[in-house]
């Protein structure tokens, strides 16, 4: 839940503030396509997730719902959509579930961020354009910040009270010994892994210390002045999503293993899956894994939500209608 909520706010675009009281947002076609328990799910909607789940199973693939797999691909197409609209209306179930309402502060705090967002354009064309890119009406940009926001609430009312679920120490201690991952990660930073020869390098030599079964501690005793190498311990929930490290491929590991370099924008990776380490649970249960309990046990709660939703189409078309 919160890697999509994450995804859905970077790629938001919106439009500038009415003059007085709440914004006047532009809206998409209303045409319902699908009830999802009570909630009327709208054409604009439907086209956001559906069109941004395509891009993202096609990969590039133009071709990819064409041909003999077409029917199978299609039926994990409507899976994934219905998934991802579960999750967003299941937010806004719970805060009404637990009588959480915005405040009138953080409705003009997500107005005022929203205005400058669209400032950030340079001009009317290209916030068009950035709109039309990620298949966003302005009505849709604004609901996809809005629910980002109660989603916040709804953790910061759910983490705090202690009503929802337990919060003592023990509890957590207990939980997180069952069913959290523990890894320890080295990554060597770069902004361009396809371009910096000295950073991969070093990555690589780094890599092969290990898998020559190095010490660790000796290993990063080298590179503890350098001061693109970093170093740290890991807690991983399982049924998370995290953008930092990618909590199934940790899963995936035994104990005592160690990966491939892996890259994203921060660098070049490495991860060795480790022994649950009781100590260093207990010394941070107020931080990571504190977050990652109670992100845990309210995704739990919306995912019960999500699954209690019946779906029914109204006025279901191919998916590449909507492009």
């Not at 009327?40 to 559906?50: G, P």
């Not at 096609?58 to 077409?70: I, L, N």
């Not at 997180?176 to 361009?192: G, H, M, P, S, W």
């Not at 019960?304 to 209608?321: D, F, H, L, M, T």
């Amino acid at each position: 839940m919160k890697k999509i909520l994450a995804l859905l706010l970077a790629i938001l675009f919106v439009m500038s503030l009415a003059a007085c009281g709440e914004p006047d947002y532009a809206h998409g076609s209303t045409k319902t396509v699908l009830k999802l328990g009570d909630h009327k799910v709208s054409e604009e909607l439907y086209r956001y997730f559906l069109l941004n789940t395509m891009d993202e199973m096609a990969d590039g693939d133009k071709a990819y719902f064409e041909g003999e797999k077409r029917e199978e691909r299609l039926s994990l197409l409507d899976k994934r959509v219905i998934e991802r609209l579960g999750q967003y209306f299941s937010v806004l179930d719970l805060a009404k579930e637990l009588k959480i309402e915005l405040t009138g502060k953080e409705k003009e705090a997500i107005w005022a961020e929203m205005e400058s967002i669209r400032a950030s354009f340079a001009d009317e064309a290209e916030y068009q354009k950035g709109l039309e890119q990620t298949y966003l009406s302005e009505y849709v940009a604004y609901l996809m910040y809005q629910n980002e926001v109660v989603y916040s609430v709804l953790y910061e009312v759910m983490s705090q009270s202690g009503k929802h679920f337990s919060t003592k120490s023990e509890d957590i201690l207990r939980f997180a010994k069952k069913n959290f991952y523990f890894c320890r990660q080295i990554v060597v930073e770069t902004l361009d892994t396809k371009g910096d020869v000295d950073a991969k390098q070093k990555a690589e030599a780094i890599l092969g210390r290990l898998n020559d079964g190095e010490d660790v501690a000796k290993v990063m005793e080298d590179y503890e002045k350098d001061g693109t190498v970093m170093d740290g311990y890991y807690c991983y929930a399982e049924g998370e999503d995290y953008s930092a490290l990618d909590e199934a491929a940790v899963a995936k590991m035994k104990v005592g293993e160690i990966s491939e370099l892996r890259e994203d924008g921060y660098g070049f990776h490495i991860i060795l899956r480790l022994e649950m380490d009781d100590a260093y649970l207990e010394e941070n249960l107020t931080d990571s894994v504190f977050e990652s309990y109670c992100m845990r046990q309210i995704n739990i709660r919306l995912a019960e939500i999500a699954e209690g939703y019946k779906v029914e189409y109204k006025n279901k078309k191919a998916p590449e209608s909507y492009k």
